[in-house]
């Protein structure tokens, strides 16, 4: 017996209509907001992830699944769909249209991490970008149509953490004053901030250990070293959510996980999910497209956690309006029956009719169950008096009511009831 591999799990019926749905609705949301979809490689060179993402991140130093192919070339599996996004504008020379270009995009990404609730080492992730513009009014609108993507699925009780982490300019001399103030209490931080000191000191904010917590309470803040324009910028981005009334709650030491990013940092939360409780998140990343090809485009985006969503609408008890029963089951009572039933099955579908019919010869008590099982709506019921008399009988599953209906009619009949 082959199992799955550790960290991977297979979706069956009933729950992929729950995945379909999410999807149908993220296409619908999106669209509104006129993002397009677009659909990149599951796998690319090795070093777009370590130029893009950042060789001392957590993810391309511990997470990502690499490996040489037949050419010796070293090769990657997404960890995360923004480099793949921006490459693929870059490459294609996307940015000699009319900006800015919107994107969103669904599918699997690949993490070597420890599986846990609503995280897995093949996960999936819905997330946009918008790439060629700098406006704070877009800012604004990805945290919207983040928001608005949930919010029509059924979530509620969400929170909005906003920080501005500063662009090439002022970022570096507070980074200074945070190596400095961490170096003067060393001993107070965990032993993985005590080497980012030396990385990636600006993680040292995202760190979930109490003791570093505690640690930062009187450390300097970036949103008091902010130059100029990314104040500007960041009061701009505050007063169009408040346009849009999205509250939000400001958070000095959100800097989200990767090394893209500038400006604008967020993060929307639901506290139901313990420790794992960010639903969505994301930023401005104006410096990425530089650092992968060369082109200064300003972009900015979010990427959602497709299984965690589930936990929370679960953890919320949101059903989602999703239909999983047949329309029509179709019974039958002999060879002739049998064959008659085929063809019509096949009518009921072109005709846009959800129906199926048993394949294992069954007896029609046998078939009456799994009319049932199917959560089918209607049954009709073809023997050799009803093929004799050019009729079915049609049944209603929920009341048990019968009635002869002319088969020649029957696709005209079942589009009036379904």
């Known amino acids: 017996m082959i199992n799955a591999p550790r960290g991977t799990n297979d979706i069956h019926p009933?729950?992929?209509?729950?995945w379909q749905y999410i999807e149908n609705k993220a296409h619908s949301v999106f669209n509104r907001y006129n993002y397009k979809e677009i659909r990149t490689p599951v796998f690319e060179y090795t070093e777009l992830f370590q130029r893009g993402i950042g060789e001392a991140t957590d993810i391309v130093e511990k997470e990502m699944y690499t490996f040489e192919d037949k050419g010796g070339r070293?090769?990657?599996?997404r960890p995360e769909g923004t480099a793949s996004v921006v490459r693929s504008f870059l490459e294609?020379?996307?940015y000699g249209q009319p900006q800015p270009t919107k994107y969103y995009y669904l599918g699997p990404m690949f993490r070597y991490e420890r599986p846990q609730a609503g995280r897995y080492r093949q996960f999936h992730q819905i997330g946009i970008e918008a790439l060629g513009s700098n406006d704070p009014f877009l800012d604004a609108e990805v945290i919207a149509a983040g928001m608005n993507y949930v919010q029509e699925l059924g979530l509620n009780n969400l929170k909005v953490l906003l920080n501005s982490i500063g662009c090439r300019e002022c970022r570096p001399g507070y980074v200074e004053e945070l190596k400095k103030y961490a170096a003067e209490n060393k001993e107070k931080f965990c032993s993985d901030c005590k080497n980012r000191l030396k990385t990636n000191p600006l993680r040292i904010l995202d760190c979930k250990v109490e003791q570093c917590s505690e640690a930062l309470k009187e450390a300097p803040l970036i949103l008091e070293a902010l130059c100029d324009e990314c104040e500007e910028h960041f009061r701009q981005v505050k007063t169009n959510l408040n346009r849009l009334e999205i509250s939000y709650d400001l958070d000095p030491y959100l800097v989200r996980g990767l090394d893209y990013y500038t400006n604008t940092a967020f993060e929307v939360k639901y506290t139901g999910l313990g420790a794992q409780d960010t639903i969505f998140g994301g930023g401005r990343y104006n410096g990425l497209t530089e650092e992968i090809g060369r082109q200064s485009v300003p972009a900015i985006g979010f990427a959602l956690g497709v299984e965690r969503l589930l936990l929370t609408l679960k953890e919320q008890e949101i059903e989602l309006p999703v239909e999983t029963g047949l329309d029509v089951f179709i019974i039958t009572i002999?060879?002739?029956a049998r064959s008659r039933g085929f063809t019509l099955n096949q009518e009921l579908r072109r005709a846009?009719?959800?129906?199926d019919m048993d394949y294992l010869d069954n007896s029609v008590g046998s078939q009456m169950k799994m009319a049932d099982r199917q959560n089918a709506k209607y049954s009709f019921i073809i023997g050799g008096n009803e093929l004799q008399k050019g009729v079915v009988t049609f049944r209603d599953m929920k009341s048990g009511e019968e009635e002869e209906i002319d088969i020649h009619n029957i696709?005209?009949?079942v589009q009036t009831y379904i």
């Open 14 to 18: 009933p729950d992929t209509s729950y």
């Open 74 to 77: 070293s090769i990657t599996l």
């Open 92 to 94: 294609n020379k996307i």
């Open 334 to 336: 002999g060879e002739k």
């Open 352 to 355: 846009g009719v959800k129906s």
């Open 411 to 413: 696709v005209n009949k």
